[in-house]
C-alpha cells in the first residue's frame, strides 16, 4: 500500500481552470503508474485520466479529452491533473490512484491497488 493524498479541488465557474495534485508516500513512486478517477452524486466511480511510470504513455476518458491533462514529477512522487475549460458535468469527487508493480497505464479501476481519500471538485453553470 502506498499513502496517496489529493489536493486542489473546490468550486469553480464553468470555463475555469483547476489543478489537482497528488502526492504519494511510495519511495519506488517512479516505477509506479498513476490514475485519477471520478466519482459523482448517485453515479459511479469512472476512469478520468492515467500515465504509466514514465509519464510517456497517458490515457483519457473521451469525456475529457482535450480538456484535460496528466502528468507526473517523480522527484518529488507527485501527479498532477490540470482540468481546462470545466464543465457543471465535471463536477465529483476526483481520487487519485496507484498501480503498484506496474508501469503500464490502465483505465481499469479494479487494477489500482491505493487509492486517496478525494477531493471535491464543484462547477457552476
Known amino acids: 500500500q502506498v499513502q496517496l493524498v489529493e489536493s486542489g479541488g473546490g468550486l469553480v465557474q464553468a470555463g475555469d481552470s483547476l489543478r489537482l495534485v497528488c502526492v504519494a508516500s511510495?519511495?519506488?513512486?517512479?516505477?509506479?503508474?498513476m490514475g485519477w478517477f471520478r466519482q459523482a452524486p448517485g453515479k459511479e466511480r469512472e476512469f478520468v485520466a492515467s500515465t504509466s511510470s514514465s509519464g510517456l504513455t497517458n490515457y483519457y476518458a473521451d469525456s475529457v479529452k482535450g480538456r484535460f491533462t496528466i502528468s507526473r514529477d517523480n522527484a518529488p512522487n507527485t501527479v498532477y491533473l490540470q482540468m481546462d475549460s470545466l464543465k457543471p458535468e465535471d463536477t465529483a469527487v476526483y481520487y487519485c490512484?496507484?498501480?503498484?508493480?506496474?508501469?503500464?497505464?490502465?483505465?481499469?479501476?479494479?487494477?489500482?491497488?491505493?487509492w486517496g481519500r478525494g477531493t471535491q471538485v464543484t462547477v457552476s453553470s
Open positions: 490512484a496507484a498501480r503498484l508493480g506496474f508501469s503500464m497505464a490502465s483505465t481499469y479501476a479494479g487494477d489500482f491497488d491505493s
Open positions: 511510495e519511495r519506488t513512486f517512479s516505477w509506479v503508474a
